[in-house]
């Protein structure tokens, strides 16, 4: 899903291949983020419901990436809406802080379990400047990063 400033909608794709539209809205919690106005917005893992132990649904929690001129990745966690108009409740004050050096792209998201506090403890996976990165002393041999220059 691609956020930006404008608003967007949310498609249903029917069996047939035909859309109809469940829900439109405007992303007013990316103002408040003037930085990011300059960015490519483009989403990330999917999102992940967020629910109590009884199943009532409070929100997603995903994560986003803003991608400047120079194209370095930036990532945000961010909560939306649990039904349509699936409105954007919150994004991260600041990045999340990913090891890499230009590309860090979130690609999963996971539920671990419970927090201490009764929050949930979400795990995620990403890619950095499109290798895959391993220390040397775990994994066998070929699942290794080779070093630069090699």
Partial sequence: MLYSLEP????????????SLVAATSNAVF??????????????AAPLLIASAGGTPFYYAAVFHAKDRRLAYT????????????????VGRRPLRLRGERVRFV???????????????????????DRARCPPAHGPPEHRTPPRGA
């Fill in 31 to 44: 103002a408040r983020r003037p930085h990011l106005a300059a960015a490519a917005l483009h989403g990330g």
């Fill in 75 to 90: 990532n945000y966690a961010y909560t939306f809406e649990p039904r349509p108009p699936f409105r954007v409740l919150s």
């Fill in 8 to 19: 967007h909608v949310v498609l249903e794709l029917h069996g047939d291949g035909t859309t």
């Fill in 107 to 129: 690609s999963g998201l996971a539920r671990l379990g419970p927090f201490e506090e009764g929050d949930p403890l979400l795990g995620l996976s990403y890619g950095v400047d």
